[in-house]
């Protein structure tokens, strides 16, 4: 029997649902999530296996025009990304109007020359008339392979977006071994688990300004549990005292609510010691860049 290998780069504005999506289509949380833009930094690769197929999905950031050495790096994983792709799922937003953010990323997505499958996602927040409107309005984006109307959320219309994109794959043996779920190293996971939950707990002022890098991790043993020691950096002493919180409490809070994640990816207890940094300007730092992973 032939086996059947892609590797799908998700292409969208931010906030469309790209990071939800890929985690119902792999099954479990391999990308971060949140209300804020910008959320996802890098390309993330979800895994998700079949009996003779492998899809890797390659979460990528929202469309956006450059500002800082943050978000020049994160344009240029988009571009290199999906330059080397078997298809591209372009991702909307059902529930919106189209915009100029979705017309660039279609943009991107059909001058790839390769498959383009369209996701309607968020479908659930509407009713059946407004779907078809949605509909028609992605259908004018450019020469589609497939459209989708799903939701990433309760996961309708998934199953059959898996199955066209694996149609769409072409033959090859499997990237990563079966268990995979993720392509990202142990300690790049960590540190985004980390990230998802102070994004959930802060200001809108802080989240652009915040990133989370491990400074030592231990594997767990037979005897005692992993031990993580990591930074969550921001560009100010007063966004620091935001994150720290009233007697450490919002600090304590991000530790404690990342942890279960954190413990379910390594299969063992961990020992979690965060600490808060202020760093003016880190998002045009070479260096501190270079240590956040691809």
Not at 26 to 46: F, K, L, M, N, Y
Not at 122 to 139: C, Q, Y
Request: hydrophobic share 45%; charged share 25%; proline share 7%.
């Amino acid at each position: 029997m032939e086996h059947r290998c892609a590797l799908v780069g998700l292409a969208g504005r931010p906030n469309v649902g790209k990071s939800t999506l890929v985690n119902a289509i792999v099954g479990e949380h391999v990308s971060i999530t949140s209300s804020r833009p910008q959320t996802t930094r890098r390309r993330v690769a979800g895994i998700v296996h079949g009996p003779d197929w492998q899809l890797v999905l390659c979460d990528l950031p929202g469309v956006q025009v450059p500002r800082d050495g943050l978000t020049e790096r994160m344009a240029g994983s988009v571009a290199e990304t999906l330059a080397d792709v078997d298809a591209v799922l372009l991702v909307l937003d059902a529930s919106q109007a189209i915009g100029g953010g979705d017309r660039a990323s279609a943009e991107i997505a059909f001058a790839s020359g390769v498959p383009v499958v369209i996701a309607l996602n968020k479908v659930d927040r509407l009713p059946p008339e407004r779907i078809a409107e949605a509909v028609s309005a992605a259908s004018a984006l450019g020469d589609f392979a497939e459209l989708h109307p799903v939701s990433a959320k309760t996961g309708d219309g998934v199953p059959a977006l898996v199955e066209d994109l694996v149609r769409l794959a072409p033959e090859g043996p499997a990237l990563f071994p079966p268990e995979a779920r993720s392509s990202d190293p142990v300690r790049l996971q960590i540190a985004e688990l980390i990230r998802e939950q102070a994004l959930r707990r802060l200001r809108d002022e802080v989240p652009h300004a915040l990133t989370v890098v491990i400074e030592e991790y231990e594997p767990a043993t037979r005897r005692r549990a992993a031990r993580i020691e990591a930074v969550i950096y921001v560009e100010s002493k007063s966004q620091q005292g935001i994150v720290v919180g009233a007697g450490g409490s919002m600090v304590k809070a991000i530790g404690s609510s990342a942890r279960p994640a954190i413990e379910r990816i390594l299969g063992a207890r961990a020992m979690l010691d965060l600490r808060v940094r202020a760093q003016k300007g880190w998002r045009d730092d070479p260096a501190l860049l270079d240590r956040l992973g691809p």
